[in-house]
């Protein structure tokens, strides 16, 4: 097998990250299976020709229906808003396509379970968009501690701090709105704390949450406006149904605990994904914002030079890093992308499940799910509640 064919259904933001992926494989890894850009789906002729034209595809069709019939694409990637990960998925499973699927999965943990199951029962490949797991500084995060570098991990502390919809003006856009986004800042935010908390430390046990919505109503906008959307304070408004703000605590089945927060009004913050894990042996430190470094902390360091040192990762010796430039050339929010599709097209080669896969999906969603019935029923929430 040298190529897949792609299908991809939704073209704004993830639309374009994942385009730019696609082309951007063949270019830095020549030796990995070749994603083929068959055709790009949305809604809007207009707006779409415009996509295919500039991400590079060689057709579109503006019914995805008639996308997952089309007998000349293997794969269809979902970035549509999540309240059409479902249907499509298991209509392309259906179809024997394999799937790559934005975060969060599905609206709700059954539903995941749903198009896990089916595509399990497909038989077909399946992956989900965690893309920071593909950040260098993080697959070396992951690297030091199954080494044992950190030792015994006692605490991971976590934070996502966005502050794009602090205006009370910002508009109802379809993030806000439950019945499309499935929730706010939790499923946007936190479920890629969550993943992360579980790539690098293990599975929860329990969970403690807090919510809030600070801003009740906006004012009413197209559902498929984005994060630069401008509203205006006289339009009509409309109810806010989502978390602005999910904070919560827990205990991992490994003994560690960890804090989690997912925020859009934290102000000057635009997009602080960081985390900190620390351990018997030394501590981790992480920010998105400055993506190419890692803290690290070793408490075996000489008495005279303790203290957090910078490591760049950036070097021929960091995942990923030989594909791009020279060892200290920096790389960026896209390039997540680009490994993130790496495993995709590697998990064909080695025919194997990529990671992560509809199954951490789940387990994800079993997390969101538990926070939310916490918050609900203000207690602590064992996962196992959910099985
Ligand atoms: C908006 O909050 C957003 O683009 C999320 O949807 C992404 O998953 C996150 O990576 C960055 O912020």
Not at 170 to 175: E, T
Not at 176 to 205: C, P, T, W, Y
Not at 304 to 318: E, I, M, N, S
Request: charged residues 25%; glycine residues 8%.
């Amino acid at each position: 097998m040298d190529k897949i064919r792609v299908g991809m259904v939704g073209y704004k933001f993830m639309g374009k990250a994942h385009s730019n992926a696609y082309r951007a494989l063949p270019m830095f890894f020549p030796d990995s299976i070749k994603p083929e850009m068959k055709a790009i789906c949305g809604r809007d002729p207009e707006g779409l020709e415009k996509a295919r034209v500039q991400f590079g595809w060689e057709s579109s069709e503006t019914d995805w229906k008639k996308l997952v019939a089309r007998d000349d694409i293997d794969l269809i990637d979902i970035n549509a808003p999540s309240d059409a990960h479902k249907e499509i998925a298991l209509a392309a499973a259906a179809a024997g396509k394999h799937l790559f699927c934005e975060k969060p999965l599905a609206l709700t943990l059954k539903d995941s379970r749903e198009m896990l199951e089916a595509a399990e029962k497909a038989g077909v490949k399946h992956m989900v968009g965690f893309n920071y797991r593909f950040a260098p500084a993080v697959q070396l995060a992951k690297k030091l501690v199954e080494d044992g570098r950190i030792g015994k991990v006692y605490h991971f502390r976590s934070v996502f701090l966005q502050d794009w919809i602090i205006d009370p003006n910002f508009p109802l856009v379809w993030r806000l709105q439950k019945e499309i986004a499935g929730s706010g800042s939790h499923g946007d935010l936190g479920a890629h704390l969550i993943d992360m908390a579980r790539f690098l430390v293990g599975e929860f046990n329990e969970v403690m949450g807090m919510s809030e919505t600070f801003i009740k109503e906006r004012p009413i906008a197209s559902a498929m406006t984005g994060l630069s959307a401008k509203g205006s304070a006289d339009a009509p408004r409309g109810e806010v149904t989502v978390d602005d703000a999910t904070l919560f605590m827990t205990r991992f089945e490994n003994g560690a605990l960890g804090s989690f927060e997912a925020t859009r009004f934290a102000a000057g913050h635009r997009c602080t994904n960081s985390f900190e894990i620390n351990g018997s042996k030394g501590s981790i430190k992480f920010d998105f914002e400055r993506m190419n470094e890692l803290q690290v902390y070793f408490t075996d360091d000489a008495e005279d030079v303790q203290g957090f040192r910078r490591v760049l990762a950036t070097d021929p010796a960091h995942a990923y890093m030989d594909a791009w430039w020279p060892a200290g050339h920096t790389i960026g929010y896209e390039h997540t992308f680009t490994h993130e599709i790496h495993e995709l097209m590697q998990a064909f080669a080695e025919d194997r499940q990529p990671v992560p896969n509809f199954v951490d999906g789940v387990k994800c969603q079993e997390v969101l799910e538990a926070v939310e019935r916490s918050i609900e029923e203000r207690r602590w929430v064992s996962i196992n509640e959910l099985a």
